[in-house]
């Protein structure tokens, strides 16, 4: 499906803006190989169009600033990235579905296997090709949603003929609490994860993701493998974010409006005016990414956005094509109609905002801007 934003038209008739800085997305890579993961390759987690930023443009921005691997979550992804990156080296975490192992073959991509089934499919797939594709092999060491057991893991990677059959190019598993560096489970997971893939050492090994990274060289194993760092987010909920910023979305402003005290805004009537507002009325709405979760009311304070240095809060809900912001202090110069007001980006961190609609970063970046015009440059 194309995007409405690839569909040229007039400037001037976009309700919004979707920035992507390319520059940054390189620079936050070299940031995580050559500062916090030296020892090992870091790799980048490029599924969901790259966490909204666009899969082809972020991942040549990645590969020429020297990244080789590559994690997407489903195939058609992988076959998608294999048309823009011939050489890269594609893992598909979800892993095989059955039957699907030829398709793999041909597009070069490697399965993650996830159960003990996905493995022996794609050895059994290898055996009868007389040919040893690479795949990794998903330990799972307490997240409990794939990966094989430690038994199975053990067994399946002590069987000679198994493990003959086909190529474990890697050794991984995943982080169920990295965000939070002091959950015990961080530590319970790498001690089963060095253990149980200490047998088979000689196969690289990989914990990390973007938290993983952060919280230092015991995770790093031979490779990590980071995706919300990349893209600006943070990983880690009680740390400073030491990445930069990738994505802004501005947003237009179609009409400013006074609201008596005592009158309601948006739709169930959630929110009243507590005195005389002065509302600015932006076309972006839930369906531009805008997370109704995010939504004001007279129970609990919203998000916001900015209008120069000035924040502007969101009063009332978030409907599907636009917002409220509370201006009434914002000088009016600045409130303008046709004016272009940040709603996310490096002055309303999108983990910041997160936090009014009770998710996280991933889920703003994942969810942007379909109907935005898309602009690759600075966020300035
Ligand atoms: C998405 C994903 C990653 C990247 O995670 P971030 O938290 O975005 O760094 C790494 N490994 C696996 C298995 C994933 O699904």
């Known amino acids: 499906m194309k995007a409405q934003a690839d569909i040229p038209f007039p400037t001037g008739l976009q309700s919004g803006r979707l920035t992507i800085d390319l520059d940054a997305l390189a620079a936050n890579w070299r940031y995580l190989q050559g500062q916090l993961c030296k020892g090992a390759e870091c790799a980048a987690a490029v599924k969901a169009d790259a966490y909204g ?15 080789r691997t590559f994690f997407v979550a489903v195939a058609s992804e992988g076959i998608t990235l294999r048309q823009s990156l011939p050489d890269a080296v594609i893992y598909v975490l979800d ?30 797939f290898c055996a009868a090709e007389g040919r040893s594709f690479p795949a990794a092999v998903h330990l799972d060491t307490g997240i409990h949603r794939l990966g ?8 399946a990677l002590g069987d000679a003929e198994l493990r003959a059959s086909f190529e474990p ?39 990390a993701n973007s938290a993983g990274v952060l919280m230092g060289a015991d995770y790093h194993f031979d490779m990590a493998r980071p995706g919300i760092a990349l893209y600006g987010g943070k990983a880690i909920d009680t740390r400073p974010n030491p990445m ?64 120069g240095d000035y924040k502007a809060p969101i009063l009332g809900r978030i409907s599907m094509d636009m917002i409220t912001l509370d201006v009434t202090d914002i000088p009016a110069e600045l409130v303008q109609r046709g004016a ?40 300035t």
């Open 244 to 307: 930069s910023p990738v994505a802004k979305v501005e947003a237009r402003i179609m009409i400013v409006r006074d609201v008596p005290a005592g009158d309601t805004i948006g739709y169930g009537a959630a929110q009243t005016a507590q005195r005389p507002l002065r509302n600015a009325v932006v076309a972006a709405g839930y369906a531009d990414g805008m997370l109704r979760r995010a939504s004001s009311s007279n129970l609990r304070p919203g998000g916001y956005a900015m209008i």
């Open 53 to 67: 930023t666009g899969q082809e443009k972020a991942c040549k921005a990645l590969a020429d600033a020297g990244c």
């Open 95 to 124: 892993g095989l579905f059955p039957g699907t192992a030829p398709h793999f073959v041909e597009h070069g991509l490697r399965p993650v296997l996830g159960s003990i089934e996905e493995l022996r499919e794609w050895a059994a």
């Open 169 to 207: 190019s890697l050794n991984m598993s995943h982080l169920a609490c990295g965000s939070d560096p002091d959950h015990p489970m961080n530590l319970r997971q790498l001690e089963k994860f060095r253990s149980v893939t200490a047998p088979f050492a000689s196969i690289p090994r990989s914990l």
């Open 340 to 379: 272009f007001v940040e709603m996310l980006g490096p002055r309303v961190e999108a983990a910041d905002l997160a936090a009014y609609a009770e998710t996280i970063d991933y889920e703003y970046l994942t969810s942007l801007g379909r109907r935005f015009e898309r602009v690759y440059g600075p966020l």
């Open 148 to 155: 094989l057991s430690a038994e199975e893991f053990t067994a």
